[in-house]
């Protein structure tokens, strides 16, 4: 079992900047690749970031958050990190951290494995 603790999120006015982190704890954490999710009321769970395990941290993005939004991991300290700029009123979400055992680029939430409870990102316009 991974278990995963989300922290960082908050009320902050448009253009501003938050950054959410992910402590990861349990049954060799640091071997999994690890996600960003967000989920606005009436919608579905989105996909906002993936970061792997292997080849330094290769990072992948949705082309809506691509360059504002940065994932990184310390892997000594089992922590991602999600480094959000020019944060918009459409960024208003619950923020989920996932982690996954599979192998390549996963965007879709059913191949993640274990998840965080969420923090609440309000941006104000």
């Known amino acids: 079992q991974v278990q995963l603790v989300e922290s960082g999120g908050g009320l902050v006015q448009a253009g501003g900047s938050l950054r959410l982190s992910c402590a990861a704890s349990?049954?060799?954490?640091?071997?999994?690749?690890m996600g960003w999710f967000r989920q606005a009321p009436g919608k579905e769970r989105e996909f906002v970031a993936h970061?792997?395990?292997?080849?330094?941290?290769?990072?992948f993005y949705a082309d809506s958050v691509k360059g504002r939004f940065t994932i990184s991991r310390d892997t000594a300290k089992n922590t991602m990190f999600l480094q959000m700029n020019s944060l918009k009123p459409e960024d208003t979400a619950i923020y989920y951290c996932?982690?996954?055992?599979?192998?390549?680029?996963?965007?879709?939430?059913?191949?993640?494995?274990?998840w965080g409870q969420g923090t609440q990102v309000t941006v104000s316009s």
């Open positions: 996932a982690a996954t055992t599979r192998v390549g680029v996963a965007t879709i939430p059913t191949t993640y494995d274990y």
């Open positions: 349990g049954r060799t954490s640091s071997s999994y690749a």
């Open positions: 970061i792997s395990i292997w080849n330094g941290g290769t990072t």
